[in-house]
């Protein structure tokens, strides 16, 4: 199997004879750092999709490295391995996370607990469930097209954090939350879905921003985007 790496910019080429049908995408990477070339840099803790920090791009597809087995990315046995879009790249496989870390700073990606506690119901629990699965990987802001347009745009990860702290009835915030969905310019999504199919925790995130966008509007937080003269036709 014939292993590419963009490493800065340049591709570096590795050969490995040993893939099995169970090998990962962290596996190979593994095995050209202790048996290769000790240079190659990437990130990787737990192993077991928990920590979010192993993700890379393999054949142009984002992925979590530890939970990618090469056999189902390889191309005429090849790979290319590439550092996440979006960010900008420290070395090899290892990006800066400062921006998107910062944006959720902005955008209040914690609990803020309200007095006095209620008891959450399973059925509380059901409306922000999967949200709760993520994992801060930081996929989803890398395959996002909308920073083309605004670098300021939150990013779809903010929105998932703003939309599970929203539906939590022990968050103090409430509907401030959708005006810091506002203040994270929400209505710069163009909807194209690229974060829920690539989500390695199957979260919905696009379903997510648009049910925010569609009660922000409701409630007059967020503008319409006829009151800045566009109307791209999603009728709310
Ligand atoms: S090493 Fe923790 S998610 Fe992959």
């Known amino acids: 199997m014939i292993i ?3 490493r800065n910019g340049n591709y570096q080429t590795y050969e490995i004879n040993n893939i099995e049908d169970r090998t990962t995408i962290l596996e190979v990477l593994e095995q050209i750092k202790n048996y290769q070339d000790p240079s190659l840099s990437y990130r990787a803790q737990c192993r077991a999709s928990i920590c979010g920090t192993c993700a890379v791009k393999v054949n142009s597809q984002t992925v979590l490295a530890c939970k990618t087995k090469v056999k189902d990315l390889a191309v005429n046995d090849e790979i290319v391995i590439e550092p996440l879009s979006n960010m900008p790249v420290i070395k090899d496989l290892v990006v800066d996370h400062d921006e998107f870390l910062n944006k959720l700073k902005k955008a209040k990606a914690w609990l803020i607990p309200k007095e006095p506690f209620e008891k959450v119901y399973p059925e509380d629990l059901a409306t922000y469930d999967r949200e709760t699965d993520c994992i801060l990987c930081g996929i989803c802001y890398s395959v996002c097209p909308a920073f083309t347009n605004d670098k300021d745009f939150g990013g779809p990860i903010n929105f998932v954090k703003i939309f599970r702290f929203w539906k939590d009835k022990n968050d ?5 939350r959708i ?9 710069s ?3 194209c879905k690229y974060c829920t199919f690539s989500c390695p925790k199957q979260i919905p995130v696009e379903e997510d921003i648009l049910q925010l966008e569609f009660y922000g509007k409701q409630k007059g937080i967020i503008k319409k985007q006829e009151d800045f003269g566009f109307n791209f036709g999603f009728g709310f």
């Open 172 to 176: 103090a915030l409430n509907d401030e």
């Open 179 to 187: 005006q810091t969905a506002a203040e994270n310019n929400i209505t």
């Open 189 to 191: 999504c163009i909807h």
């Open 4 to 6: 590419k790496i963009n």
